[in-house]
Nanobody, 125 residues
């Protein structure tokens, strides 16, 4: 199983980026909780957003609520994170993750079965 994250880059404050995470190695990930984490230098990895099967299941960190939108296309095995209104404190390496259980996603430190390789997001002021 592989998770391949992409879409990171450098933007100015107020800009937007869309991250993608392509999952492979299983016929479907529809039975998995999918999530985005991020880790800034010197800080712990934090949960940004998670989603199970339906958009209504999406849950966000307070710091990104109203600015970021997580979504998934289970037909294509792709997870997305639309990031709008980016701020300098959003600068971090962003990772996608997947697991069958919510617990593995929300526990600290997180222990999902699968991690993507990370994609850098840099927001300049």
């Amino acid at each position: 199983v592989q998770l391949q994250a992409s879409g990171g880059g450098t933007v100015q404050a107020g800009g937007s980026l869309r991250l993608s995470c392509a999952a492979s190695g299983r016929r479907t990930f529809s039975d998995h909780v999918m999530a985005w984490f991020r880790q800034a230098p010197g800080k712990e990895r934090e949960l940004v957003a998670r989603i199970f099967r339906s958009p209504s299941s999406a849950n966000y960190a307070d710091s990104v609520q109203g600015r970021f939108t997580i979504s998934r296309d289970d037909a294509k095995n792709i997870l997305y994170l639309q990031m709008n209104g980016l701020r300098p404190d959003d600068t971090a390496v962003h990772y996608c993750a997947a697991d069958r259980t919510f617990y593995s996603i929300v526990v600290r430190p997180p222990t999902p079965a699968y991690w993507g390789q990370g994609t850098q997001v840099t927001v300049s002021s």
